[in-house]
């Protein structure tokens, strides 16, 4: 119990949890008080709404098949490695990167080009 993030959690003064497993383990673990931790289950947004892939696909000139990374391009996603895999690839697809540069990704971006 003497982390620093048992400490923050029970300075807290309300802890959210993702599940009753993690409430349970942050009383356990961490010493929080139960009736400081709300227990708040991932959902959906109702305006989000299903896009037609072929119409996303037509918007960004991508064939039917594309391998897609979603996140921050930088060099801890490893994703040198994964434009070298994708270069071996018997048949490649294409690699969409979807993301913002992060630190030192201009060789990420240089790679992808």
Known sequence: M???QGASARAAAQVLADSEATRRDLIR????PPEKITVVYPGRDEALRRVD?????AKYGLPETYLLH????QPRKNLLRLIEAV????????LVLAGQPGWLSAPIMAAAE
Do not use: D, E, K
């Not at 979603?70 to 391009?73: Q, S």
């Not at 270069?87 to 294409?94: G, N």
């Open 2 to 4: 003497g982390s620093i």
């Open 29 to 32: 673990l961490y010493g929080v």
């Open 70 to 73: 979603v996140g921050t391009l």
């Open 53 to 57: 892939p072929a119409l996303v696909r």
């Open 87 to 94: 270069r071996h690839l018997p048949a490649p697809a294409p």
